[in-house]
């Protein structure tokens, strides 16, 4: 008898939420496969599956029976498990009997804690169609599920109210409930092209079934590929490329079950309007392809995808050519409306518009955000006066029309309006960079206005809300000061703006409104965003030790490396560094050094060596070393070669281990002693003037 067999499990639903189907399919199927394996049953090759209606899951060659179990329990203390005669008290009978043992059966092991009746055993496996059955509610329950509902008369609760399961291991149902509903080997298919009962024969063959017998793609994958083949080949067939949202491509994928690419077109007038709105009102709103020609420009077409297979394809288009019309027709008409008052003429509107409380409005931000961008444009290369304009108009497209129906067009739009009012010096570009980076991944702002505008827009919001007390805390960030302060970090590092950040938000806070003190939180805010800048570098692979290693150090008088440029190049020399055959010994070597000098207390350590005092040859040769290596790498460290510094530093790696292996340093002359710590001061500060080298792995 083959003791192995495949399992399917398929939970019906009504249509379920498109954005989490993915991770809701991934966790299904990883909860009951985790939940398989740690019952003993070995799951082998899986599958899962997503549909709007369903999540299911193929798992090959699973044990049929669990394998005999190995029972280990601790039972009383000694002491506790028998009296002065020696025999067994009700605590050791007790336990005996609950492990269906004699206390004769029982062993005792011995521990730090003392001696303990313990009980070895064995007990025969479950059947897994048992195991499973307890399983499925547990699953249920652990589904990270957003929000739970509730349906009929009944407390069970979902995401979506369940309708059918089914279970089978071989071609056998097995018996188990979830949610109230009872398994079977029932499933259903699409909801107009196989809307009858579909009787699943195994695991094996469910999604030919589902796909020949009930027009059901399960696989979300291969849906997804369906839907963009279908997309490209309509979009071709309407003369043009699709473009292709990966989100919602996904979005999509999860509300089909059979795909049906329609090309849909609407009149040509309305590609008058900025392509930007079309494509959003498109994807955002109807969740429709737009299409491209050859010369990128935007085709009065699209591609939307159906759940079913008309017989009349064209009165589909029709239907989607009917709902899209008013949309651009609104569209075209705030097009022309807002354009009938300059953006310039918007500012004192701003002053209607709350940004913050305490903070005052968006005219008093903006006020603010001119103010800091004023001072900050001759470090940009920037006309300080097109600077202060350009971020007074920065908001302006907040009172627009268009951004009031199309929120995610705030800064492009401004971009347009500012052109068609003639406005120039780089100002109609800035407006719409000022926003970048808008989201991870997104690019950061390419010209030196937009760079401006973008850098104190972030700077202001992040010392305002910080000194007004809503810093982000938990899952909560309702003003999005994580993304404005990676945001921040990153235009600064990558367009390589040599700006201090406590420089930075010093000159924030002096813009804020008296009552809120914006110079108290300055230092939280760095730290805030060199948490952000932490997190920049271990995304793009960085060791955390090379960015510890850089923020240990201490420049002007013991303050931190404060200016993300500077940051940048000695953490990234660091890594070449590391890839030195020199580099982990080094960074042993000054753990050492800092050891010893943390273990110095009470010894008169001189300013510096004297050669005189040295004794042994191998602190001579590193002193000899050390004086002239001070020099070249102070030299380097000033014109921000780093990773030069670093490589010189290297050279001191013989001298460094000689010492190590010769010299007692704690020697029994003070004088001698104080001489010898003195030396390993100049070296850990040598060590120390790029990164603490100490920091990094030394192994």
Known sequence: MDDRSDLLIELGTEELPPT??????????????????DAGLEPGTTKSFATPRRLAVAIQGLRIQQPEQVVERRGPAVAAAFDQDGQPTRAAIGFASSCGAEVSDLERVETEKGAWLYYRGHKAGRPASELIAALLPEVIHKLPVPKRMRWGDHEHSFVRPVHWLVVLLGDEVVDASVLGVASS???????????????????????????????????????????????????????????????????????????????????????????????SSMQGHQRYFPVRGSDDQLLP??????????????????????????RLADAEFFWQQDRREPISQRIEKLKEIVFQKRLGSLYDKAVRVAALSRQLAPEFGVDPATAERAALLGKCDLLTEMVGEFPELQGIMGRYYAAHEGLGDGIPEALEQHYQPRFAGDQIPTSPLGQVLAVAERADTLIGIFAIGQAPSGDKDPFALRRAGLGLMRILVESQRQIPLLALFGRAADHLPEDVKGDAVVDAVFEFCMDRLKAYYLDQGLLPELFEAVRDVRVNDGEPVDEPVDFDRRIHACSAFLQLDAARSLAAANKRVNNILRKADGVDIPEVPSADLLQVEAEKTLYAVIEPLTKKVANLARQGDYQQALEQLATARDGVDAFFDQVMVMDEDMEVRGNRLALLRQLSQLFTSVADISRLPSQ
């Open 301 to 326: 077409s699209f591609v939307t995808i159906a759940n079913l297979e008309s017989r009349n394809p064209d009165e589909v288009a029709r239907g989607n050519q009917r709902v899209i019309r008013p």
């Open 185 to 279: 080997r029932t499933s259903r298919g699409h909801r107009f092209h196989g809307p009858a009962s579909l009787e699943i024969a195994s695991a094996a063959s469910y999604e030919k079934q589902l796909r020949e017998n009930a027009h059901v793609i399960a696989d979300l994958d291969a849906r997804r590929q369906e839907v963009l083949r279908q997309v490209e080949a309509a979009a071709r067939t309407a003369g043009g490329v699709a473009m292709i949202d990966e989100a919602l491509l996904e979005e999509v994928t999860a509300l089909v079950e059979w795909p049906a690419a329609i090309i849909g077109t609407f009149e040509k007038r309305f590609l008058d309007i900025p392509p930007e709105v079309l494509v």
């Open 20 to 37: 989490a189907l993915r991770r809701l399919r991934d966790d299904f199927s990883a909860l009951i496969v985790g939940g398989l394996r």
